[in-house]
């Protein structure tokens, strides 16, 4: 999803900074446009949550995780 998202703004980033040079006759609108756009993206990353294990994948791990103790206890031993 990453590189999705970083090949769409390679796309669209340009495009964008074109339209507003034509219009405003310098970058500084393309400028601010970018900075503004990097701070939503910068929001949205400090806003993401991890997500939450389902139960039953939980209880895999853990039984996965007694089965590499009892092995590693006994190979130790």
Excluded: H
Excluded at 30 to 45: H, I, K, N, S
């Amino acid at each position: 999803m990453l590189f999705t998202a970083w090949g769409v703004a390679g796309i669209i980033g340009p495009r964008i900074g074109g339209v507003l040079f034509d219009k405003y006759k310098n970058y500084q609108a393309a400028f601010y446009t970018a900075a503004v756009l990097a701070g939503v993206a910068l929001f949205c990353e400090l806003m993401a949550r991890r997500p939450e294990v389902p139960s039953y994948a939980r209880s895999a791990v853990k039984a996965s995780g007694r089965a590499r103790s009892s092995t590693s206890s006994a190979v130790l031993d």
